[in-house]
């Protein structure tokens, strides 16, 4: 039930997910930030959520309660459709759950949409860890690119490994460019959207990747 407001502004979230923060601070306009909530938005389950995207690439867990009792479901396997989360219609959410970084780890969010306070073509977000120049663990999100916000473990694994060098963060965005499938509409063909997909994965990486020189 905690609102975006409340989560761009906590203390607590700049400073341990610092992607949920932005990206819980990009929904909409001031009005909707302050009544949406995340635990809205897990369950509605928008393509092109902002607070999904970050909670996937922070490896969230969402509890739910119902009558069989407590469960909880990784971010990973709670989209299942368009607008399909694996709940139950006599469960709700609960809480949601994000664990502690590795210190050093590094974050990427970038959105891209046409006007302030409409959903975003196309969000990405990154989290990475380091082993001294190189990336131990990446974990890569986007929303806009197919029917549910997605996490796209292909360019986790490509990422891992490498230290996310300039041609490291153009074979993510190829394959970015590959596995997107987004539909068509008023606001671009499905041509386009992928070109924009791919850029703000680029975006996304640098940002992280610049992130871990400071």
Not at 13 to 19: D, E, K, N, Q
Not at 119 to 147: E, H, N, T
């Amino acid at each position: 039930m905690t609102t975006y407001a409340n989560v761009a502004a906590s203390e607590q979230v700049r400073a341990s997910a610092p992607a949920l923060a932005e990206s819980a601070g990009s929904v909409g306009s001031l009005h909707i930030r302050n009544l949406g909530t995340v635990g809205g938005s897990l369950c509605h389950a928008d393509p092109a959520g902002d607070v999904p995207v970050a909670l996937l690439a922070l490896d969230a867990m969402i509890s739910i309660d119902g009558p069989r009792g407590p469960r909880s479901v990784a971010a990973a396997d709670w989209f299942l459709g368009l607008f399909e989360v694996a709940l139950e219609p006599d469960e709700l959410v609960t809480g949601v759950f994000v664990p502690t970084a590795a210190p050093g780890t590094t974050y990427g969010y970038r959105r891209f949409s046409y006007r302030d306070g409409e959903f975003p073509m196309a969000i990405a977000g990154a989290v990475l860890g380091w082993r001294g120049d190189k990336c131990a663990r990446a974990r890569v999100s986007m929303g806009g690119i197919a029917g549910h916000p997605r996490r796209l473990e292909e360019v986790e694994t490509q990422l891992e490994g490498t230290a996310v060098e300039t041609e490291d963060i153009e074979q993510a965005a190829a394959i970015v460019a590959e596995l997107a499938e987004p539909n068509a509409d008023v606001r671009g063909s499905s041509e386009w959207k992928t070109k924009v997909a791919a850029e703000y994965m680029r975006r996304a990486l640098f940002t992280a990747k610049e992130a871990a020189k400071g």
